[in-house]
């Protein structure tokens, strides 16, 4: 009875609002650009949580990345005819770094070069990562076929090495290839595993792994391919003598990380003469692109509230012209016998019935906003339920609140003076 | 004078006691009644009759509970009503009396159906009950052909035909018409004083305000207001039934 009561209530207002279809599509606007705008917003901001904790977990939350970097000085040095610039990392930053904090658990040191592989008649450039065991707990990735690098692969210099999906799928590499024999810059390994990779970017981090990686023992790397590469250029040959391109620092505590990170700075300030090292804290950069996504938040989100303010403006002085309006017909219901607060209530529930179709017309844009965002920008939007009840709920809200002010000018109209009323 | 023409005989339904009026205007006070006594019986047919300004629109208006008293009594049904509140006035308009206006006053958004379901809205009935009894009421009315139409396909007779249906829709004690016939063609307006002439003879206390003595003629008893009192009242309720 009541169900059937409120139900009829509302197709009342639905009705009273169709008289003036024109006008209630108008007065509406307002409400559906701002819930299509907070359901943009909150989809938008969902996905970047997604997609920060999506990175988090590719990057490692604990993680720390000390990466060698020409430093600016070497970069115009090294233009010079048959210069060799030495810079970056060394085998000995990564003891010390190892040794010197309590808090850190487990280190992977990264040795990078390109080199041209070839499996039978396959071939191609691979990048080949002299690391050791560490790295896969590091970076942790599903293994495909076979096993990754161990420590007595690392004891015993064992020529061996671990694909990646992409790169070995490029030379036919499959699970059958294990223990068969690819040759990585001319030298004959035994490739023991597949993993999978994980490349692409999070936010301005490179992703440790790439899809076209080898890894070997950082020792036979170092003792096949040693510490100077040549890099061709349009000039001419270019030396480089690196030890380490990286080192990958886990921390055991996710609180401790950005202060380790400071340390190890401070550290290699102390031995290295020019700045030829970036450490980077992913948890800090992804910090960082949340509160860029925040500022992003604050702006639509105020679009959303001066959009949502002028739409329940909008309301209520459509509301107040249908008061003005219809003061007749409150007349009629009032001598009748309709109490004050019943023609409240039929005025408050059309004005809830408006903002709510509103709400839900802009649920639908709001919806097709993320959507189109993901569509030409590639970026991560969720839609979730709070996304779509809490629009739906401000535009409930909204309804009661500018719908309150009519809807108690409605119900003071004398009802000797309304039914006189032209 | 007036009082003598009330009858204890009969069963009263409303009555006035030195009921006063007084609006504001300004600065001006308007007096709209100025001490009144009367007294209406179940069942009796009425015309309250004076120039305008006399007073019979806001002895209609009291009568009707659409306004109260400045002093004064008021008894509807043996309830005294005068320093009810407004939900309580609403509460009594809805269960004990009905309204006829001259400009008809129905909704133009509803249809005839809704228009008389109204009270039955308001007395909270269900939906398919009041339908059911809008229905009956249209026919009773001579417009059951016309229950889906909306006010403005309807001539005005039949206009003031659905909003007698809907005076009727709560089973009024009495029923309140002022100037029902004034924007009516006299043809018309007689179809629709026989109609109020019917109900009447079914029980209904009728209550008329109206300036045209051809329309008073029908009612058994006549009062004549003039600046806010009662002038004379003309025929006896010994008439009443």
């Known amino acids: 009875m009541r169900q059937t009561r409120i139900t009829r209530n509302i197709w009342l207002g639905i009705e009273n609002l169709l008289l003036h279809k024109l006008r209630s599509l108008l007065t509406m606007l307002g409400v559906v650009f701002g819930v299509g705008s907070v359901v943009a917003m909150l989809s938008v901001g969902e996905g970047a949580s997604k997609e920060a904790l999506e990175q988090i977990r590719k990057l490692g939350s604990n993680n720390i990345i000390v990466s060698s970097v020409k430093s600016a000085e070497e970069e115009q040095t090294s233009i010079q005819h048959s210069h060799m610039s030495i810079y970056g990392l060394t085998y000995e930053d990564h003891h010390r770094i190892a040794e010197s904090f309590s808090d850190i658990q487990q280190t992977a040191p990264v040795k990078l070069m390109r080199k041209d592989s070839r499996l039978y008649e396959r071939a191609m450039e691979l990048r080949v990562v002299g690391t050791t065991p560490e790295w896969f707990k590091l970076v942790p990735r599903e293994i495909l076929a076979g096993r990754v690098l161990l420590q007595s692969d690392q004891d015993k210099q064992a020529p061996v090495a671990v694909l990646t999906e992409f790169g070995a799928r490029k030379i036919l590499a499959t699970e059958h290839t294990i223990g068969q024999t690819i040759s990585i810059g001319g030298d004959q390994f035994e490739i023991v595993g597949i993993v999978k990779s994980e490349s692409g970017q999070a936010g301005n981090i490179q992703i440790p792994d790439q899809q076209v990686d080898v890894y070997i023992p950082i020792e036979v790397a170092r003792v096949y391919f040693g510490d100077i590469f040549t890099k061709r250029t349009s000039g001419g040959d270019e030396r480089e003598m690196v030890e380490l391109h990286q080192i990958i620092v886990q921390v055991d505590e996710p609180k401790k990380v950005e202060s380790i990170a400071a340390g190890i700075e401070r550290m290699l300030e102390q031995f290295h003469k020019k700045k030829d090292y970036v450490v980077s804290v992913p948890l800090a950069l992804l910090k960082q692109a949340e509160a860029t996504k925040r500022t992003f938040n604050i702006v639509l989100g105020s679009i959303a509230g001066i959009s949502l303010l002028v739409g329940g403006i909008g309301i209520m002085n459509i509301m107040l012209a249908s008061v003005t309006e219809r003061t007749r017909e409150i007349g009629i219901r009032r001598a009748i016998g309709a109490k004050r607060r019943q023609i409240i209530y039929q005025f408050l529930i059309e004005t809830v019935v408006l903002s709510t179709m509103g709400g839900i017309i802009g649920l639908g844009i709001g919806v097709l906003i993320p959507v189109l965002i993901t569509y030409f920008s590639g970026m991560i939007t969720v839609i979730t339920l709070k996304g779509i009840l809490l629009p739906l709920l401000i535009s409930m809200t909204i309804g009661i609140l500018f719908g309150l002010y009519p809807a108690v000018r409605a119900a003071n109209v004398d009802p000797i003076v309304a039914l006189r009323h032209e | ?241």
Not at chain 2, 13 to 24: D, Q, S, T, V
Not at chain 2, 48 to 55: A, F, L, Q, R, V
């Open chain 2, 1 to 241: 004078m007036s009082e003598q023409a009330l009858s204890n005989n009969h069963e009263e339904i409303l009555r006035l006691e030195n009921a006063h009026k007084i609006y504001k205007m300004g600065t001006e006070q308007v007096r709209a009644l100025a001490g009144v006594t009367v007294s209406f019986n179940k069942g009796s047919f009425w015309a309250i009759m004076g120039p305008s300004g006399s007073g019979k629109s806001t002895m209609m208006n009291i009568l009707g509970c659409l306004d109260r008293l400045t002093s004064g009594s008021y008894y509807l049904d043996g309830q005294d009503v005068s320093q009810l509140d407004d939900d309580s006035l609403s509460e009594f308009r809805l269960k004990y009396l009905g309204f006829i206006f001259q400009s008809f006053n129905l909704i133009p958004q509803l249809t005839v159906q809704r228009n008389i379901e109204l009270p039955l809205y308001y007395l909270g009935w269900d939906a398919s009950q009041s339908a059911a009894r809008a229905k009956e009421l249209a026919e009773q009315v001579g417009l059951g052909d016309r229950v889906g139409h909306r006010p403005t396909e309807l001539s005005g007779g039949q206009m003031q035909r659905v909003a007698i249906a809907r005076a009727l829709a709560n089973d009024p004690h009495v029923i309140f018409a002022d100037e029902p016939t004034g924007n009516l063609d006299s043809t018309t307006g007689v179809q629709i004083l026989e109609l109020l002439i019917k109900l009447n003879e079914l029980g209904k206390t009728i209550i008329i305000v109206t300036h045209e003595p051809a329309i008073a003629e029908h009612a058994q008893n006549r009062l004549h207001m003039i600046d806010g009192k009662i002038d004379r009242i003309e025929g006896g309720c010994d008439e009443t039934n």
